[in-house]
């Protein structure tokens, strides 16, 4: 059957144009003017009244936990929560059950997703056998069938084991992508090094945790020559030293995540304290916990706001929602990953980046975990939170509507850029696999994680007044409808 979006205002070629889009058989024939498409025949017509089409938005880092973890996501709701983000295209990361480090291992994660996936899902193969960093996995095994190699999750923290994986990935032809993290520098494991966690009395996650073993990754691909990517970035000396490798010639990409863009510690300080402190006392550290509201008062929390950018502070009311929440400990487990949300000079530090073009693309990083494991709150649950089918809708109104990025750079960060570092088909125009989305940009709603068809409920972004509805996402013959009314 053929299609065709009228009245499209698509992304075609790095501009917004008035256009129809034919498309038969899951690839799109044809981009015309708006109005000079087929008028009717054999072609089923759907106008879009000036709706927008943007190519399909591509994650390179999702944890959709199947092999292993169905109780957190399977790829089924994992890839629907994707479509309805607008997005055609992920890359799920390899700390699974097995660990997809040898063909065998790979072809149990490549059966669900050819069983489940609604959008096209590329795993990664782990740069170690079974991401215990001690043995390179058998990556010219699975290179065929991976977008890239990755032990995220964990830093490979052995130099040379680190080296021989960039010679083979290298050799390969596909990029090494690294969770960085030393673990001996990593301190506690809940919260950033900074104004939470002294005000809790807790040992926080270092910075250097993250920029030092960046920095060890730049020295071995400048030795090996293989191309690199960070995930995650989310410190301001990260954003530094990849800058620098930058200006240097290194082959180096790097990824940050929404959280990271639009909140920092502050929101923690504000909402979480109290209920964290409580569960503290309870998970038996006498001793590390001391009375939080005098923390606070010595940190002058009264003048500490929680800052998210511009019109999601002003629309969210945020200050009010979530210090209504402040009691609710069950509730903090949503500000919780990692790396952990930093200070908001690293805030600054990584919009710079952004703006400078130091940050290649946005991820989200989606790690969604069960309702009982992130109600186990601040300290006690899992880290990691769900972000695919809301990362959009809170970029568009935290960067794009405040002004300080454009509707066009935003699509760059979340398709075209990611399509050209990990060679992803991207792209409206004659020829190519249909792989977009439609959204309107003027509805406005509040996101809700129950919502999510994610089985991860646990977002940062709860309550969050945006802008943008991701109406419909085309991922070659697939065509998928979103109600219109789900959010509300
Ligand atoms: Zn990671």
Same mark, same amino acid.
């Given at each position: 059957m053929k299609k065709m979006f009228r009245n499209a205002n698509a992304f075609v070629d790095g501009i917004f144009m008035s256009s129809d889009i034919l498309i038969e058989d899951g690839r799109i024939t044809a981009v015309l003017p708006a109005g000079s498409g087929p008028a009717s025949g054999d072609t089923e017509v759907i106008d879009l009244f000036g709706k927008y089409v943007f190519p399909g938005l591509i994650d390179v880092h999702v944890h959709f936990r199947e092999p292993g973890f169905s109780h957190k996501e399977t790829i089924a709701t994992g890839s629907l929560s994707a479509a309805r983000g607008g997005y055609t295209d992920v890359c799920t990361m390899p700390n699974l059950s097995p660990v997809p480090d040898s063909p065998e291992h790979l072809e149990e994660e490549l059966t669900l997703i050819r069983q489940q996936a609604v959008i096209d899902v590329h795993p990664y193969g782990s740069l170690t056998v079974g991401e215990k960093v001690t043995e390179v996995a058998d990556i010219e095994g699975v290179k065929d069938n991976v977008c890239a190699f990755s032990d995220d999750g964990v830093g490979v923290e052995n130099d040379s084991l680190m080296e021989e994986a960039m010679n083979r990935c290298k050799a390969v032809g596909k990029l090494a992508v690294a969770h960085c993290e030393v673990k001996s520098l990593m301190g506690g494991k809940h919260l950033n090094e900074g104004l939470a966690s002294k005000a809790l009395g807790i040992e926080g996650i270092s910075c250097e945790s993250e920029w030092k073993m960046i920095a060890r990754d730049i020295s071995v691909s400048k030795k090996t020559g293989c191309g690199y990517h960070v995930c995650h970035v989310s410190t301001a000396d990260s954003v530094r030293v990849i800058r620098e490798a930058k200006r240097a010639g290194v082959d180096i990409t790097c990824e940050t995540a929404p959280h990271y863009l639009l909140l920092d510690e502050e929101v923690l300080l504000k909402g979480g304290c109290a209920s964290a402190n409580e569960a503290l006392g309870q998970s038996g550290a006498p001793g590390q916990s001391k009375n939080v509201s005098d923390s606070i008062n010595d940190l002058g929390a009264d003048s500490i706001k929680i800052e998210v950018i511009g019109i999601l502070a002003r629309e969210a009311e945020q200050e009010k929602s979530i210090g209504g929440l402040v009691r609710d400990e069950k509730f903090l487990g949503r500000f919780k990953m990692n790396p952990p949300l930093r200070s908001r000079a690293d805030r600054e530090a990584l919009l710079k980046g952004l703006l400078d073009g130091t940050i290649d693309m946005i991820a989200t990083d989606h790690a969604p975990h069960s309702k009982e494991e992130k109600e186990r709150g601040i300290l006690g649950g899992p880290m990691g939170v769900s972000g695919i089918e809301c990362a959009f809708p809170v970029l568009y109104t935290g960067l794009v509507k405040t002004g300080v990025i454009t509707l066009e750079k935003l699509i760059t960060l979340m398709s075209t850029a990611p399509a050209a570092r990990f060679n992803i088909e991207s792209g409206i125009r004659e020829g190519a696999t249909a792989k977009l989305c439609v959204y309107d940009l003027d509805e406005q709603y509040t996101v809700c @994680?129950?919502?999510?068809?994610?089985? @991860?409920?646990?977002?940062?972004?709860?309550g969050i007044k945006v802008y943008g509805k991701c109406l419909m996402t085309v991922c070659g013959d697939k065509m998928i409808k979103h109600e219109r009314n789900r959010e509300k």
């Open positions: @994680g129950e919502k999510f068809a994610s089985m @991860g409920h646990f977002t940062p972004f709860e």
